[in-house]
């Protein structure tokens, strides 16, 4: 299955449930061993596709956006609006008061205000 030598890999929600920091290192890494692949990688997670070389976003099965993410950030695209959303989701989950963010650590559990960086 881990093949370095291949030309095509297709990574289907590979890194789901894991928070945001971990999920940016594994991608790093896989981009690494298939450096010389064209990795198609499917992901709910908009925001980890801003350093892709291309991005498609597609809806209802076709695609409705070819293009290099920062070109895509530039215009007023799909692309742009769904990391937008993203971000104020995310943004509004994280800093509402009706949270409790507990974290458990070295198995102690307690309550803390996370950072940006512990966002999903």
Same mark, same amino acid.
């Given at each position: 299955?881990?093949?370095? @030598?291949? #030309?095509? %890999?297709?990574?289907?929600? $590979? ?7 971990? =999920?940016?290192?594994? &991608?790093?890494?896989?981009?690494q061993y298939w450096q010389e692949a064209t990795l ?9 596709t801003q350093t892709f070389y291309r991005v498609l976003?597609?809806? @209802?099965? #076709?695609? %409705?956006?070819?293009?290099? $993410? ?7 695209? =799909?692309?742009?609006? &769904?990391?937008?959303?993203e971000k104020a989701v995310r943004q509004e989950l ?27």
């Amino acid at each position: 299955m881990l093949r370095p @030598e291949v #030309r095509l %890999v297709i990574l289907d929600e $590979p890194f789901r449930c894991l928070d945001r920091e971990k =999920r940016r290192t594994l &991608l790093e890494r896989t981009s690494q061993y298939w450096q010389e692949a064209t990795l198609l990688f499917i992901s709910h997670y908009v925001g980890d596709t801003q350093t892709f070389y291309r991005v498609l976003v597609v809806e @209802e099965g #076709r695609v %409705v956006e070819d293009e290099i $993410p920062t070109k895509l950030m530039q215009q007023d695209s =799909r692309y742009r609006a &769904l990391l937008e959303a993203e971000k104020a989701v995310r943004q509004e989950l994280w800093e509402s008061a009706q949270w409790r963010h507990l974290w458990l650590e070295k198995g102690r559990l307690s309550e803390k205000k996370p950072n940006d960086k512990d966002c999903i």
